[in-house]
Structures are given as structure tokens and as C-alpha cells.
């Protein structure tokens, strides 16, 4: 089964599935909790990460995405609506949402070839724990996933007493036919908003399993970038995605300090293969997303130790 994983400096790997389960431990997570989940009349999250009418018998937490997306085909070029909730195995709408990044629920979309992505923070009604985007746009057709990330705050702790991550996603479909489009070149220098963005990995090559490096060097006209700003609690979010599964790694700034032309993000990849790296960043009030693709090689061990670490 595959979980959210909490590493050092705030990254942690956030593996996908409709149901994240935490193991006999968290059976006491949401018992006892009055005013923080509602029933749903008997919608449930069965074990297997989907919606059922049937109580599941099992010792563990499993929460699953219950959308409106049902039979929906959703249009290019104009402002689509889509509204979820948070169903837990009890047939609760999980509503004791905890704060992660200055917000309640961080919901990412990008088309299965890896085309498209974007980073949105739905509107929250905490009376219903219903999520809602009124102005999601896809810029192409083509079946995207969505993720909605969230932690809880009756979920188990991190070393750091942080609430440990969920992720639960949904394909859904976007206009008519696509055509599958190649990840892309591995160029290691790009410009975006202004700013020539060099990515220097290491260890060279990558090696899956192992605590790896990412830099990201930031000039303008020649000269380090010093003026970048904190979005969402950080100097940058990174999200990188495994070609194959789309499973994801989420990924922050190892400092806390201004930067000065540098940004570092430590993570580990559990598997080899290709990955698109999208960071964004915020600079003069604006942010902006970078891509780069890179390659991992097979590693011969898995370093327990890492951030980032999947069991």
C-alpha cells in the first residue's frame, strides 16, 4: 500500500492512490472527535480507495476523493466548476483539515502526458466540508489527473510534529481526443519570467533510492537573482513527477533565508526511469512555474535514511 511520506526539512514524498492508509496505528485518529466530521447517509471509503455503501470492517483510516466529476466531460478554453469532499471509512465528510503551506487543501492538475500543470487552492465551506474551484481551465484536451493534498490534524506525526500528508486523485476528461505528447528534451538551462533557470542534479546520474540534489541557479542579465519571494511559506514548490505512475515527489527549499542566485531541494526517487520536474516561484507579486525533465538511474539500495523515502 502506497503512503505519504514526511522526510527532513519539510519535503515529503507524496505517492498516489485513491486511498492512503496508515496502518493499525491510526485507528484512534478520528474516534472521539466531536464537530469535525459529518455522516454522509452511507457513502463510505472502503479499503480498496473506493466509494461503497457498505461500512468496511478493517483497523485503519482510508479516505477517499468524492466528486462531482461523474459522467462529466469538461470543456477547453473556458472556466470549468468542480466540487469535491473528503469521505472517510466511517462514511464521515473529514472536515479537521490541518493547515499545510498557509492552506487547508493544495489541489494539483496536469494532463497524464505531463503536458499541462497547474497548483490551485480551492474555496472551503467548513460547515460542509465541500472544496470548490469556479474557475478551473484546461488549456488543451486530453484525460488530466487531479490531486487533492491535505493533511489532517488527527492524523499521526512526522519527527517534527507535523501532521503526516494525503494525497487522493481522479482522472477526469477534458473535450474530445488528444495526442500523447513526448516528456520533452533534458535541457539543463531554460529562461522563464525573465530569469535563466540552470538545474544542476547530483549526484550525476541520478540514482534512485539515494538522497539526491537538486540545484537551481537564478540570474538576470547576468547577475544572481536576491529578490525572490516566499510563496505558500516557502522560497519554492517543487513537484516532480515519475513519467510512468505520475506518482509524485513534493518538495521545498532546504533554506528559510532569502536567496541569494540559489535554491537547493533535497529528495530521493524510489524508482528509476524519467521525471518532469514543475517548480514555481514568486518574484515582484508574481508566481511562475519552471520544467525541466531528468533522468534516474537504477540505484542498488534504497537509503532508509533519506528524505523523501518511500517505504
Known amino acids: 500500500m502506497k503512503k505519504t511520506i514526511f522526510g527532513l ?15 493499525g496505528a491510526t485507528f484512534f485518529a478520528k474516534h472521539n472527535l466531536p464537530n469535525q466530521a459529518t455522516n ?15 461500512m ?3 483497523s485503519h483510516r482510508s479516505y477517499c476523493l468524492k466528486s462531482d466529476s461523474t459522467g462529466k466531460t469538461y470543456s477547453i478554453n473556458t472556466l470549468n466548476e468542480y466540487s469535491f469532499s473528503i469521505i472517510d471509512d466511517q462514511g464521515n465528510t473529514v472536515k479537521d483539515f490541518a493547515i499545510t503551506h498557509t492552506k487547508p487543501m493544495h489541489f494539483i492538475v496536469v494532463r497524464k502526458d505531463l503536458m499541462h ?3 490551485i ?33 488527527s492524523a499521526m506525526k512526522d519527527s517534527v510534529g ?9 482522472d477526469i476528461k477534458v473535450g474530445g481526443d488528444y495526442t500523447k505528447q513526448p516528456l520533452g528534451s533534458e535541457e539543463n538551462k531554460k529562461t522563464f519570467n525573465g530569469i535563466e533557470f540552470t538545474l544542476i542534479p547530483t549526484p550525476t546520474p541520478l540514482v534512485s533510492g539515494k538522497e539526491s540534489l537538486l540545484t537551481f541557479n537564478l540570474k538576470r542579465n547576468g547577475q544572481p537573482v536576491s529578490d525572490m519571494e516566499q510563496y505558500l511559506g516557502a522560497f519554492g514548490h517543487s513537484i516532480v513527477f515519475s513519467e510512468d505512475s505520475l506518482d509524485f515527489i513534493h518538495a521545498h527549499p ?6 541569494h542566485g540559489t535554491l537547493e531541494f533535497m529528495l530521493t526517487f524510489p524508482e528509476a526511469g524519467k521525471y518532469k520536474v514543475f517548480t514555481q516561484f514568486k518574484r ?13 538511474t537504477q540505484g542498488t539500495s534504497m537509503d532508509t535514511s533519506a528524505p523523501g523515502m518511500l517505504h
Open 9 to 23: 526539512g519539510g519535503i515529503h514524498l507524496a505517492i498516489i492512490g485513491l486511498v492512503i492508509l496508515f496502518g
Open 40 to 54: 454522509t447517509s452511507g457513502v463510505y471509503c472502503s479499503s480498496d480507495g473506493t466509494l461503497s455503501d457498505t
Open 56 to 58: 468496511p470492517i478493517q
Open 117 to 119: 500543470f497547474q497548483h
Open 121 to 153: 487552492h480551492p474555496e472551503y465551506d467548513s460547515s460542509t466540508g465541500l472544496f470548490t474551484i469556479k474557475d478551473l481551465e484546461f488549456p488543451e484536451n486530453g484525460i488530466y489527473r487531479v490531486f487533492a493534498d491535505f493533511a489532517t490534524n
Open 162 to 170: 507535523m501532521p503526516l500528508e494525503i494525497t487522493l486523485s481522479e
Open 254 to 259: 532546504m533554506t528559510r533565508k532569502t536567496p
Open 284 to 296: 515582484n507579486g508574481k508566481v511562475f512555474t519552471t520544467d525541466f525533465v531528468i533522468t534516474v
